[in-house]
């Protein structure tokens, strides 16, 4: 074999080995990187973000069950998410141990997490899943998702009303005193009949034949609100106010707006127990020619047939 052949062959196992001893000592146990790596996994820091415990669909009123705390990354967390306000424990020793294997990489994630952290500090606070309990959904949200604020609208906020109500339904305040409002106890949430109370002046113009008549518009429409409170406190029994907010359809508004201008409106608090039967105006209660039904009106009744739907309609 030419001497110049069995050089190149010396060369080559030289390399060879001095590469495996390369290989051998970047994976020996003494290596600090990989431990460092590991460390950094075992440390990353956590903050609990509120997200959804079910799919909510829009209009929906959140309960407690919908809600949920889930542990979330802090080098993940979005300024929008809602968090229990709460600074997790290892962020600081994180940060800390970072700084000896690396010092700017780990200085510019450090920054990174105290940022997210202090933004999401201003945005929320402790016991912030108490406070959008009751709150309604405005855009779905899936299961697991984060709430955000442009997806959710809470009691005080515009446009919470229009969220609140029922797809169909319409929202109209009516004025109430103490009197006609069960003494105060009629609270949001609540089932109520619509009683009209009107004077009715006899046909011949004679003082004494001016009479009274009340008639039954509405019954079992849900409360929205008293004034613009659209719940009562946990220990308030009673609440006065001027007006009250009804849940009704489009027809039942017309039906009542028209109850308005004929007299009194007074409102009947319905028991629990009685909040199954039908809602909405009673048919002939009130008539367009002006005045109520009953004994005291007179007339007959003709039924009306409007959108499917059939009305009973007093005429004189």
């Known amino acids: 074999m030419k001497p110049a052949k069995i050089a190149v062959i010396c060369i080559a196992a030289l390399a060879a080995i001095g590469l495996a001893l390369v290989v051998r000592a970047m994976g020996s146990p003494s290596g600090q990187p990989g431990a460092t790596a590991a460390a950094a996994v075992e440390t990353r820091p956590m903050a609990k973000v509120l997200v959804a415990a079910r799919d909510l669909e829009p209009g929906r009123r959140l309960a407690d069950a919908d809600l949920s705390w889930k542990d979330w990354p802090v080098d993940e967390l979005n300024p929008l998410f809602i968090t229990d306000g709460a600074t997790p424990p290892k962020a600081e020793a994180a940060a800390e141990g970072g700084k000896s294997a690396d010092a700017q990489p780990t200085d510019a994630k450090a920054g990174a997490v105290d940022r997210a952290m ?22 779905p949200i899936l299961a697991g998702e984060p709430l955000v604020a442009r997806k959710i609208v809470r009691a005080g ?5 229009a969220a609140y109500l029922e797809p169909g339904m319409r929202a109209m ?14 609270l949001p949430g609540d089932r109520v009949d619509v009683l009209l109370t009107r004077e009715i002046k006899s046909a011949s113009g004679d003082e004494g034949g001016t009479k009274f008549a009340a008639a039954t518009v509405m019954r079992n429409v849900k409360v929205l609100a008293i004034d613009q409170s659209t719940r009562a406190a946990q220990d308030e029994k009673a ?6 907010t009804l849940e009704l359809t489009g027809r039942d508004a017309e039906v009542l707006a028209l109850a308005k201008s004929e007299g009194e409106l007074s409102l009947v ?21 002006g005045g109520a039904t009953g004994a005291a009106g007179g007339g007959g009744v003709v039924r009306v047939y409007r959108e499917g739907q059939a009305e009973a309609v007093a005429v004189p």
């Open 118 to 139: 202090k933004a999401v500090a201003v945005l929320n606070a402790p016991g912030a899943k108490a406070d959008y309990v009751g709150a309604v959904v405005r855009e």
């Open 157 to 161: 906020d515009s446009g919470y009303m």
């Open 173 to 186: 305040a009516i004025r109430v005193t103490v009197e006609t409002a069960a003494g105060g106890f009629i």
């Open 239 to 244: 609440v006065v106010g001027a007006t009250a």
């Open 269 to 289: 608090l319905r028991s629990y127990a009685d909040t199954a039967g039908p809602s909405g105006h009673v048919p002939g209660a009130v008539r367009r020619g």
